[in-house]
T-cell receptor
């Protein structure tokens, strides 16, 4: 079954304690992204990756790091979490099966609800 | 600044009513996508429109891409409680970056 998986689904942590949210896709997609979703603000892109070892900042990258060492995995790292990073996080992937210029239809993971106290 | 503006932000209607959700921009997109998100889940793709003026139908849902490829609409006929959810539009600007730009969404509630 084609899917994007995220772990953990729920996480409560304290300010400053480093954490990693994992994301994995089994569709051999080139593109992967991380979003955060907050009430009234919609989905905002944090980072995206166009392929292995190629990443770039989205709209709200401050306080986050990513890496893409393998095509299937795209972990999100919070080196020193703060309460303003409390949010619902989604990983997504998309491929180029419809051509290199898109459209890039995204498949989303189930989400990770993070609370930083 | 939001590249795609969705309206209305909230919509609360009775079962059987019709509704339209709008997604507008001053920028041109190579395609526009509509997603639906239910509580506790990730967004799920409903449709992609690619050609200016294109109309696609998915049962009671009709999607239209503006002639200038700057806007799109979603029309639901005879809404049902199962249509309840957050509807998101997302635009692809046709670069090779694979990046999508999302609107803030329309929260639709359909009451029995």
């Amino acid at each position: 079954e084609a899917q994007v998986t995220q772990n953990p689904r729920y996480l409560i942590t304290v300010t400053g304690k480093k954490l990693t949210v994992t994301c994995s896709q089994n569709m051999n997609h080139e593109y992967m992204s991380w979003y955060r979703q907050d009430p009234g603000l919609g989905l905002r892109q944090i980072y995206y990756s166009m392929n292995v070892e190629v990443t770039d900042k989205g709209d709200v990258p401050e306080g986050y790091k990513v890496s893409r060492k393998e095509k299937r995995n795209f972990p999100l790292i919070l080196e020193s979490p703060s309460p303003n990073q409390t949010s619902l996080y989604f990983c997504a992937s998309s491929g180029t099966s419809l051509g290199v210029l898109g459209p890039y239809e995204q498949y989303f993971g189930p989400g990770t609800r993070l609370t930083v106290t | 600044t939001q590249l795609l503006e969705q309206s209305p932000q909230f919509l609360s209607i009775q079962e059987g009513e019709n509704l339209t959700v709008y997604c507008n921009s001053s920028s041109v997109f190579s395609s526009l996508q509509w997603y639906r998100q239910e509580p506790g889940e990730g967004p799920v793709l409903l449709v992609t429109v690619v050609t200016g003026g294109e109309v696609k139908k998915l049962k009671r849902l009709t999607f239209q891409f503006g002639d200038a490829r700057k806007d799109s609409s979603l029309h639901i006929t005879a809404a049902q409680p199962g249509d309840t959810g957050l509807y998101l539009c997302a635009g692809d600007r046709g670069s090779t970056l694979g990046r999508l730009y999302f609107g803030r969404g329309t929260q639709l509630t359909v009451w029995p």
